[in-house]
């Protein structure tokens, strides 16, 4: 007979639903694949009066989360509850009443890590949180074991399904941002107000949590450029196309001179690159290491069962005792001075830029005047012809979209630029600019 | 001042010499991520007067493993020689004396695997084997802790970088087998003798081992089909194209109806997908499990140090007690019943075909009966025209190639096609046959 280690559920949502389905179907599974028999004791909710979507007995749900602190036989809590309040709250109770944690909470953890880390190893507990980032794909595991033998040098990631699902959906079909947005919802893929997923918030949470573990620095949200993909017109994705690229929601984090550049944003991938092929609600992270060279890490980025077999990794971890020789040794705290995020500014990239412009003499000279004189140099210049109109003597007075591929430059020239780009009368305001991945 | 614990290298080849770098150069790095201090105490080679790619104290240096057996205080051995004798021979010896050990040797793991974990596993001791499968990309770690909550239903993957390499090489290039694998050779991707790694073989062997830790079962090299990609024709790769399939040397283990499909074989992959899309010395392994769905991890199939980060990875988790509680837990040790393996004739797929015919009346009809009469049904079929020659009355004479992809069949089938066909005199001898995978 293996030993029983009793845990607690805390939350019943889609993933706790999936979690809780796993540890009572395959129970000798798990069994098998740490030693000793999981039991789930008890399940927390907020309406003990809600339908629910798997079969517990009466006695174990509660909608006190009191039970499971006094409760001293149990050991482990697997904490399912999103946003900040009460689930802040929650888990420093769960630690302080000696209880190892399973989160899923990137906003939590990508707000109050540094905190709630910290508490964890002073209590001696562990917190698990594969889930938090990526759905299905083990990041987490590769980051703090698999890749122990490297300095992280560069993440490029595709961290929100939602808005990758949004992406790839307009590109193939043809369609408008509202159009697909309402047929991610109605799947399901996105929620009611999808604003976190779609303006590159949670995206920007999850590399948080990702430059913490891999640069030792925390890094908050307000620090970094972040943008996203709810203001993109479908005409760009056609434009990065006939240009060789993709467009995806992409999220950096890596050293330059041993500072952080890091970055949200909708950006230009080349076709060829594994970034670029990722479709649907699929993640995928490209990881570098002084080491090991560039490697990929791909999969579903969220849903129940992809993000259930996240926690279902962390729990067997912490059952075995596996987290306490992992969780110790992340490069989770500050024992190193932090780095130093480099400034928006000074950020070198590539850009494509598309100007609506008034379709007449000088604005093209005008326009070229401004970039040149902020040191920004052309690569390349698409300007489809318009139909002349009999009128027009040579001047078709129509707003015309012009394309704009420049060479390398940095962000600090491109705002300059954009400021007085503005004030032009024949150019339109809110140009699209979006960075290229190189 | 962190506790200190001794190791030994065995074998200071490529990977050896990167592992020993690693651990000389990157010590407070390595340290911080397992909390002890990794002192290589001894190194084992062959012939000591060979000069060396690493500094090294002459005293650390020996050509006797007793050295190494006999030193108490030497905690973890790292294995890094290849083939089966001495290896085997050394490992078992080392784990008598009580050593964990971290091995790269896939062919020794397949082989003899079950007997060498049970030996570990009776000693108390472990045999972490991260490097032995797919280099840098951490399958291992993967398969045995962040997938514990799923039972693997298929793998599909990239295992040699050799053929890969010379497969992309060979289309982008448009340049022949012999031409593509001697600049392999050159730049040091290929062996001098190569034929273990594009015959299929060792694809094989890390199939193998994957397959003994996803299912639980030990299938042996004979007891499925593999074919490599040392004799395949630039032509082929240029009708798949055609067909909107790349050519990739694929590894497949995958459970149908509680039986294990298994084979290793060039095979066709639509364009799209992500298989399709490795390239160079790139491994690939996409994983399917019955909770997370599909997953794909991909990087540097071999080399210096991709392989020597994935040493690293298992050192230190062999130093962090981690190893002490992952190895046993392993799905290695048939404690299940073994799962059946597939019989050939049985495995259901779509096929590539390219004959080469007599361009003459009714050869096609006598090609077409044969196929029908062993259930085989044409999907579509590829026959270029060829210049008529002037004397030839509308009939060429010519050697023409046919090509043909069928729709879902058998491989026992296509077996016996192929038996009948073989008998045709307006066929060539040896058509190429490729199965497709979906």
Same mark, same amino acid.
């Given at each position: ?13 889609? #993933? ?6 796993? /540890?009572? @179907?395959?129970? +000798?599974? %798990?069994?098998? =694949?740490?030693?000793? !028999? ?62 190892? #944690? ?6 939590? /953890?990508? @707000?109050?890590? +540094?905190? %709630?880390?910290? =508490?964890?190893?002073? !209590? ?315």
């Amino acid at each position: 007979m293996s030993e029983i280690v009793k845990i607690a559920l805390i939350g019943l949502g889609t #993933v706790g639903t999936g979690v809780a389905r796993v /540890l009572l @179907e395959e129970s +000798e599974r %798990l069994t098998r =694949r740490c030693g000793k !028999q999981i039991k789930l004791a008890k399940v927390v909710v907020r309406d003990k009066s809600r339908p629910r979507h798997i079969d517990l007995p009466d006695e174990m749900v509660t909608d006190n989360l009191q039970d499971v602190l006094d409760d001293e036989s149990i050991q482990i809590a697997v904490q399912l509850i999103g946003g900040i309040n009460p689930a802040k709250d929650y888990m420093e109770r769960l630690l302080d009443s000696g209880k190892h #944690v399973v989160s899923a909470n990137k906003a939590l /953890l990508c @707000e109050h890590g +540094e905190e %709630l880390f910290s =508490r964890a190893r002073e !209590q001696g507990r562990t917190i698990a949180f594969e889930a938090a980032v990526a759905g299905g794909v083990p990041i987490i595991h590769v980051l703090s074991q698999a890749m122990v033998g490297n300095q992280i040098t560069s993440i490029e990631a595709i961290l929100n399904g939602t808005s990758n699902f949004i992406l790839s959906e307009m590109f193939l079909g043809g369609r408008d941002y509202a159009d697909v947005l309402r047929e991610a919802q109605e799947l399901g893929y996105a929620e009611a107000d999808p604003a976190l997923d779609v303006d590159g918030t949670d995206a920007a949470q999850k590399l948080g949590l990702l430059t913490q573990l891999a640069f030792g620095t925390k890094v908050s949200l307000d620090q970094f450029p972040r943008q996203g993909i709810d203001k993109l017109p479908l005409e760009d994705l056609l434009y990065a196309d006939e240009l060789g690229y993709s467009v995806r929601l992409i999220a950096v984090a890596r050293l330059l001179n041993e500072q952080l550049e890091m970055h949200v944003q909708p950006t230009l991938v080349q076709l060829d690159k594994p970034l670029a092929q990722v479709s649907g609600v699929n993640n995928m992270v490209a990881l570098e290491g002084d080491v090991v060279g560039k490697t990929w890490y791909s999969g579903y980025g969220a849903g129940q069962n992809p993000t259930a077999s996240a926690v279902i990794a962390d729990l067997v971890d912490t059952v075995a005792g596996r987290s306490d020789l992992i969780f110790p040794f992340m490069d989770l705290w500050s024992d190193r001075p932090a780095r130093k995020v480099l400034p928006a500014e000074e950020i070198r990239r590539r850009y494509y830029m598309r100007f609506s412009v008034l379709d007449q003499p000088h604005t093209f000279a005008e326009m070229a005047d401004i970039l040149g004189r902020n040191q920004i140099s052309l690569a390349s210049i698409i300007q489809h012809e318009t139909p002349e109109s009999p009128e027009a003597n040579g001047e078709s007075r129509q707003i015309v979209p012009v394309v704009i591929m420049t060479h390398m430059t940095t962000e600090g020239r491109i705002r300059a630029a954009s400021a007085e780009l503005a004030e032009l009368k024949s150019i339109c305001p809110d140009p699209v600019i979006m960075p290229v991945l190189d």
